[in-house]
């Protein structure tokens, strides 16, 4: 895809995702989720975030994002504290610790204007500003500032979609998005997992995943990792070493986000398996951000 086409891909989503965001943030701030309640999903012998954690972690990112992009757009050098991706389990300790005492409505209100930021400024980009680096060590390689937009998107998008939506008794963001900006959105998963990769778990690891999604939105993807790192690809490749199949892009998006387990998924024919199954069992390690 070229840039100018991409550029204008990334305004739309972010137009719309800004929206379905408002009308989000809307919903949170009507409902009867008393402050600090926990997530009414949330199992007690697990160690998943509250519902408030969880917003003030979207919310950081948000605004971290949407820093990397001001900041590398005026010509200096981005510089986050963290160093090194092993910090990032740290990092997000100390942003949501930070963020503790902050009300529903002041975290909303910041995650919608990072977003506002973050909409307003692609509109002023050239398609040769997509190129530019960005030094955001969460990630195995530097990011381009596309790529940058693209985490912005899919951060709340997919990867915390459901995790947000679930105290206030929503369903996943994902559910509302017209079948482009889920196709978009299912893409920049993939970009995702080839990004947060560890090539140090991986070692000398050389096998492809095909990803054959179902439904609207759906379509044909490809993970392939390597000693040096991992790629993704918009079309399945030949002999690939695993082959996962979903029903649809809401079966994907709740495998891929630990809404619903592998076997269950299974059992109910929303995912199909084959191949090394050893490599599939690996996957949350190999692919986990932290």
């Given at each position: 895809?070229?840039?100018?086409?991409?550029?204008?891909?990334?305004?739309?989503?972010?137009?719309?995702?800004?929206?379905?965001?408002a009308?989000?943030?809307?919903?949170?701030?009507?409902?009867?989720?008393?402050?600090?309640?926990?997530?009414?999903?949330?199992?007690?012998?697990?160690?998943?975030?509250?519902?408030?954690?969880?917003?003030?972690?979207?919310?950081?990112?948000?605004?971290?994002?949407q820093?990397?992009l001001?900041t590398?757009?005026?010509?200096?050098i981005?510089?986050?504290?963290?160093?090194?991706?092993?910090?990032?389990?740290?990092?997000?300790?100390?942003?949501?610790?930070?963020?503790?005492?902050?009300?529903?409505?002041?975290?909303?209100?910041?995650?919608?204007?990072?977003?506002?930021?973050?909409?307003?400024r692609?509109?002023?980009?050239?398609?040769?500003?997509?190129?530019?680096?960005?030094?955001?060590?969460?990630?195995?390689?530097?990011?381009?500032?596309?790529?940058?937009?693209?985490?912005?998107?899919?951060?709340?998008?997919?990867?915390?979609?459901?995790?947000?939506?679930?105290?206030?008794?929503?369903?996943?963001?994902?559910?509302?998005y017209?079948?482009?900006?889920?196709?978009?959105?299912?893409?920049?998963?993939f970009?995702?997992?080839?990004?947060?990769?560890?090539?140090?778990?991986?070692?000398?690891?050389q096998?492809?995943?095909?990803?054959?999604?179902?439904g609207?939105?759906?379509?044909?993807?490809?993970?392939?990792?390597?000693?040096?790192?991992?790629?993704?690809?918009?079309?399945?490749?030949?002999?690939?070493?695993?082959?996962?199949?979903?029903?649809?892009t809401?079966?994907?998006?709740?495998?891929?986000?630990?809404?619903?387990?592998?076997?269950?998924?299974?059992?109910?024919g929303?995912?199909?398996?084959?191949?090394?199954?050893?490599?599939?069992?690996?996957?949350?390690?190999?692919?986990?951000?932290?």
């Amino acid at each position: 895809m070229d840039n100018e086409s991409r550029l204008s891909i990334i305004i739309q989503d972010c137009e719309e995702m800004s929206h379905i965001l408002a009308e989000f943030c809307d919903t949170v701030l009507a409902s009867e989720l008393a402050e600090g309640q926990q997530d009414r999903t949330r199992r007690k012998e697990s160690k998943e975030w509250t519902f408030h954690q969880t917003l003030a972690h979207v919310t950081a990112a948000a605004e971290f994002y949407q820093q990397a992009l001001e900041t590398t757009l005026s010509g200096a050098i981005f510089s986050p504290r963290m160093q090194q991706r092993s910090d990032l389990s740290s990092i997000n300790e100390h942003e949501i610790a930070a963020r503790q005492h902050m009300t529903r409505r002041a975290l909303t209100q910041d995650l919608l204007r990072a977003f506002k930021h973050t909409t307003q400024r692609v509109q002023t980009l050239t398609p040769e500003a997509l190129t530019q680096q960005v030094n955001v060590p969460l990630f195995n390689r530097p990011l381009t500032i596309a790529e940058v937009l693209d985490m912005q998107l899919v951060h709340p998008g997919i990867l915390h979609a459901a995790q947000l939506t679930n105290a206030v008794g929503m369903k996943p963001l994902w559910v509302h998005y017209t079948p482009e900006l889920m196709h978009h959105q299912i893409t920049r998963l993939f970009q995702t997992m080839a990004l947060v990769y560890w090539p140090e778990r991986g070692g000398d690891l050389q096998a492809s995943i095909n990803f054959v999604i179902g439904g609207v939105g759906g379509g044909r993807w490809s993970l392939t990792i390597q000693p040096s790192g991992a790629y993704y690809s918009e079309q399945t490749v030949r002999h690939a070493a695993l082959t996962i199949r979903a029903r649809n892009t809401h079966a994907l998006c709740q495998f891929v986000t630990n809404q619903e387990s592998t076997l269950s998924a299974l059992w109910k024919g929303k995912l199909l398996i084959w191949g090394d199954m050893r490599l599939g069992l690996k996957l949350s390690w190999l692919f986990s951000p932290t």
